[in-house]
């Protein structure tokens, strides 16, 4: 979450981060008013509210600019503090070990991956509930930064069961060449 108030800040002008501020629900404002701690869990549908209301007042509610958001974000990750998890040559590696860390990150819900192939994957999120949809998005950057650093070519990674259904269930497919 830290990362992505700075990314905000540093794309907005102080006018615009104002602003997104005042359009969050109570909650999340309270939370994005006090200083953001990358050691602290924050509730999800704060954060939620908070992308919201940035691709509404930054991005006129283009959601799928989450997806080059988060492979920004994750590649900066993967080549500072997190370059243990990228095994060149070793995708499998690297979708096991990010579904690890999502399973200990998002709160209640759970993570399953199961290797359909050597270059093909599902990551089932169990949890998830509708107003997180826009973690679609992120986690399809986040997968597919990820497979492209660690040498996969071709990268395809799309919800066949998506967050927005609200089933509580979500399937992300990848793959990969």
């Known amino acids: 979450m830290l990362d992505t108030v700075r990314a905000v800040k540093t794309r907005a002008s102080e006018e615009e981060y104002a602003r997104i501020l005042s359009l969050l629900d109570k909650e999340a404002r309270k939370v994005f008013e006090g200083e953001i701690f990358s050691s602290t869990w924050y509730p999800l549908d704060a954060f939620m509210n908070f992308l919201e209301v940035e691709i ?11 997806i080059r958001a988060s492979e920004a974000l994750i590649e900066n990750q993967l080549q500072g503090i997190y370059k243990a998890f990228v095994k060149p040559g070793a995708p499998q590696y690297v979708i096991q070990r990010i579904a690890a860390v999502h399973a200990t990150y ?31 998005y992120t986690l399809i950057g986040f997968f597919r930064k990820a497979l492209e650093i660690s040498g996969a070519k071709d990268v395809v990674a799309e919800f066949t069961t998506r967050i927005s259904t609200g089933t509580g269930i979500a399937e ?5 060449k």
Do not use: C, D, N
């Not at 509404?56 to 989450?66: A, I």
């Not at 991956?113 to 949809?133: C, D, L, N, T, W």
């Open 56 to 66: 509404k007042v930054l991005f006129k509610g283009r959601e799928e600019v989450l």
């Open 106 to 136: 998002f709160q209640g819900v759970s993570v399953e991956v199961k290797m359909e192939g050597p270059s093909r994957a599902v990551i089932r999120y169990i949890g998830f509930e509708k107003q997180h949809r826009l973690q679609e």
């Open 172 to 176: 992300l497919w990848l793959t990969w």
